[in-house]
C-alpha cells in the first residue's frame, strides 16, 4: 500500500511571517496529531527557516522548491542540498515545470539534481508534464516517457525513494483540471515507465503526484484514482483551509 503524498508548492509567495501564520492555520485545521497521509509545505527558500520552526511539534513535513546540484563552491545565488538538510528539509521539488520552461532545466539537470538531493538524504519530489502544444500533438507519452526515463536515470535502488508528480503544464494555474481519467491514463503511464527503468515491484511502490488546479472540489475524486497518490498543490495551497480540505481528500 503506498501512504497518499499532499504537499503544498507556494512557489514564489509568502514572506516568511506570512508562511508562519500560514502553518499556524495548516496546524489549527488539521491538528498535531498523526495525520491520515503523509503532508508538507514547500516555501521558498527564505522561508524555510521560518517553517521549520513554525512546524516544530506538528507531523508536517517540509520541503524546498529546488536546489543545486554541485556540493558548496562558487555557485553565485544557488542553494545547495546539505544547506536545506541544516535547516530540518526533507524534501525537495525537482525540475517544476515553472523551473524547465522560465530557467531552462533540462531532463539532464533534473537527474543531476534528483541524485544530489538523495545522496544527502533528501526526498525527491521530480515533475514532468506535457505542454497543451504537446497534448494537442499526441506527444504526451513520448514527452512524459522521456522526462521521466532521462530525469530518473540511474540511480540504482534509490529510485524507490523518489515521489514523482505528474503536472500537465496545461493545468498549473490555469483552473483547468485533467479530468480523472485523463490524469490516471498518464499516470499509468508513468509506473509503467518506472518498471522499466527498475522492476515491477519498485515501480508498484512508487508514490505518483498530480497537480494542476487541484482544489478541495476535484481532489478527492483524482486522489481515488488507481495510480494517483496524492497532489502537488500550488494556489490552493496558499490558504488553510483549502490545504486542509485536499489533504482531507486525500482520505
Ligand atoms: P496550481 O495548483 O496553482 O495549478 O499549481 C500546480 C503546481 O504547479 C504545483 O506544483
Redo the contacts with the bound molecule.
Keep these: 500500500m503506498r501512504t497518499k503524498i499532499v504537499a503544498g508548492?507556494w512557489?514564489m509567495n509568502k514572506t516568511s511571517a506570512e508562511g508562519a501564520a500560514l502553518i499556524a492555520g495548516i496546524r489549527k485545521e488539521l491538528g498535531d496529531g498523526k495525520l491520515p497521509v503523509e503532508v508538507v509545505v514547500c516555501p521558498p527558500f527564505t522561508g524555510l527557516d521560518a517553517a521549520a520552526k513554525a512546524l516544530a511539534g506538528s507531523k508536517i513535513g517540509l520541503g524546498a522548491q529546488n536546489m543545486h546540484f554541485e556540493a558548496p563552491g562558487a555557485f553565485t545565488g544557488e542553494v545547495c542540498a546539505e544547506m536545506l538538510k541544516a535547516l530540518c528539509v526533507q524534501y525537495v521539488?525537482l525540475g517544476?515545470?515553472?523551473r524547465r520552461t522560465f530557467f531552462g532545466e533540462t531532463d539532464a539537470i533534473v537527474n543531476r539534481k534528483t541524485k544530489m538531493a538523495l545522496a544527502a538524504g533528501l526526498t525527491p519530489i521530480v515533475?514532468v508534464g506535457e505542454t497543451l502544444a504537446e497534448r494537442e500533438a499526441n506527444k504526451t507519452e513520448k514527452v512524459v516517457t522521456t522526462q521521466v526515463r532521462d530525469s530518473l536515470a540511474g540511480l540504482g535502488a534509490d529510485l524507490a525513494k523518489v515521489v514523482v508528480?505528474y503536472?500537465p503544464v496545461w493545468?498549473?494555474?490555469?483552473g483547468k483540471t485533467a479530468s480523472p481519467a485523463q490524469a490516471q491514463e498518464v499516470h499509468a503511464l508513468i509506473r509503467r515507465v518506472l518498471a522499466v527503468i527498475s522492476d515491477g515491484q519498485t515501480a508498484t511502490g512508487i508514490r505518483i503526484q498530480y497537480?494542476?488546479?487541484?482544489k478541495p472540489e476535484n481532489a478527492k475524486e483524482l486522489m481515488s484514482q488507481p495510480d494517483i497518490d496524492g497532489g502537488?498543490?500550488?494556489?490552493?495551497?496558499l490558504k488553510a483551509d483549502a490545504f486542509a480540505a485536499i489533504v482531507r481528500g486525500a482520505l
Design positions: 508548492n512557489k521539488i517544476h515545470s515553472e515533475c508528480a503536472e493545468a498549473i494555474g490555469t497537480g494542476g488546479s487541484m502537488l498543490i500550488g494556489g490552493a495551497a
